[in-house]
């Protein structure tokens, strides 16, 4: 576990994710765009290729590429940039894939279109959900269903204590918060 200390946060990367204290993702997404593009570099010679059919060019894309890219995506919050940095990240390795040059003036929907691979935030959403049964469906008494539970009961107006106060400044985008945004659910369904 490394520990890096940035502009008065602290930053360790542990089990392979980026934890920052402000709670935000962007970090470990930069950090995970800069590792599958490490990786998509490292795999040039596969893209390059005339003899592998596109589909297989995918299959690798999806299991060496975004593997890297989108490991403990489940546990990110997004917010609009990182949403755009994704996609922008997904569709750059799609057109790679497809030998698709910039100046060649083909549409990104064309590009997603001819590769059938799902939007990367529907993938993250779909990661999210799962994440979200996986701790649903714990016993009562393990921390994360606790926390869980703790974190439905204040979204629907209980507050842990009455002295509580939410802190100054706009709302972070919780964990929380992007399942109920992702579902359409309230925090009461969840």
């Excluded at 950090?31 to 599958?36: F, K």
């Excluded at 993938?123 to 994440?131: E, G, K, N, P």
């Excluded at 714990?138 to 926390?147: D, G, M, Q």
């Amino acid at each position: 576990m490394s520990k890096i200390k940035n502009d008065g946060f602290d930053k360790f990367v542990y089990l392979g994710s980026t934890v920052d204290s402000t709670g935000y993702s962007n970090t470990d997404i930069l950090r995970r765009i800069g590792l599958a593009s490490s990786v998509m570099g490292q795999l040039d010679q596969v893209w390059r290729q005339n003899r592998l059919s596109v589909a297989t060019k995918l299959r690798i894309y999806t299991t060496c590429v975004l593997a890297v890219g989108f490991h403990g995506a489940e546990t990110w919050t997004l917010l609009n940039e990182d949403s755009h940095r994704l996609q922008a990240f997904h569709m750059t390795c799609q057109r790679r894939i497809l030998g698709v040059r910039w100046n060649d003036f083909i549409t990104n929907r064309a590009v997603a279109d001819s590769t059938n691979l799902p939007s990367i935030l529907s993938t993250i959403a779909a990661r999210h959900h799962s994440f979200f049964g996986h701790i649903r469906h714990l016993s009562a008494n393990t921390p994360a269903h606790k926390a869980l539970k703790l974190a439905v009961d204040s979204k629907s107006g209980d507050i842990p204590q009455h002295d509580w106060n939410r802190p100054a400044g706009r709302p972070r985008t919780t964990w929380m918060s992007q399942i109920v945004r992702d579902t359409g659910l309230t925090a009461a369904d969840a």
